[in-house]
């Protein structure tokens, strides 16, 4: 599986971006993951071929939303509100097997996913 990710740039503190995901076939589930300088990589959101959707508990305040076109296998993430603190590389990650149980658990995990985007770099100046 390809994906080609975009929409990185440079923002200031409280303005948006929106990020693009496109896979060259069809996944079950979608995700971005980030990694700041010098910290590991975390997950984001991630979104099911039945758009289900998950996100990060630090991001519950409904900032940032995940969405999905299956017909042309991408996905976005529109990012509002950005803070300094969204300042970092962002991966798109596919799974292409469904998973049965424990999916929002389990979908929390780059471990589940076995294609990753080249990653767009995000800074929000402040």
């Known amino acids: 599986v390809q994906l080609q990710a975009s929409g990185g740039g440079l923002v200031q503190a409280g303005g948006s971006l929106r990020l693009s995901c496109a896979a060259s076939e069809r996944t079950y589930a979608m995700g971005w993951f980030r990694q700041a300088p010098g910290k590991e990589r975390d997950f984001v959101a991630t979104?099911?071929?039945?758009?289900?959707?998950?996100y990060a508990d630090s991001l519950k305040g409904g900032r940032f939303t995940i969405s999905r076109d299956n017909a042309r296998n991408t996905i976005y993430l529109q990012m509002n509100s950005l803070e300094p603190e969204d300042t970092a590389v962002y991966y798109c990650?596919?799974?292409?097997?469904?998973?049965?149980?424990?999916?929002?658990?389990?979908?929390?995990?780059?471990?589940?996913?076995?294609?990753w985007g080249q990653g767009t770099l995000v800074t929000v100046s402040s």
């Open positions: 979104i099911t071929w039945d758009r289900d959707t998950y």
């Open positions: 990650a596919v799974r292409i097997n469904r998973l049965i149980t424990s999916a929002r658990m389990r979908l929390r995990s780059s471990s589940e996913y076995s294609y």
